[in-house]
């Protein structure tokens, strides 16, 4: 399982370092599959997904999370 977290960024979006400094999150805790995907570029915000229950400090006021990560798949066969 994974979370997401926002990140607030003006000016463009962080790098995946950059984000997991925000965080204060190791860099190996963050998916680098995932990335960084923008969420709101005119406010600077972008999501990252980081593994769940991963450790930690207390996140600088321009990231915010944990949200759930559930898996998105169709209800029933394609029709």
């Known amino acids: 399982m994974s979370d997401l977290y926002t990140v607030e960024r003006p000016g463009?979006?962080?790098?995946?370092?950059?984000?997991?400094?925000?965080?204060?999150k190791?860099?190996?805790?963050?998916?680098?599959?995932?990335?960084?995907v923008t969420v709101d570029p005119r406010r600077g915000?972008?999501?990252v997904r980081a593994k769940s229950g991963a450790p930690s400090a207390k996140a600088t006021t321009?990231?915010?999370?944990?949200?759930?990560?559930p898996q998105i798949a169709p209800f029933g066969p394609p029709r």
């Not at 463009?12 to 204060?24: D, I, N, T």
């Not at 321009?62 to 990560?69: A, C, I, K, L």
């Open 45 to 47: 915000l972008y999501a």
């Open 12 to 24: 463009g979006p962080p790098s995946l370092v950059e984000a997991a400094a925000a965080l204060h």
């Open 62 to 69: 321009d990231s915010s999370g944990p949200y759930s990560d």
């Open 26 to 36: 190791p860099i190996e805790d963050l998916d680098a599959g995932y990335g960084v």
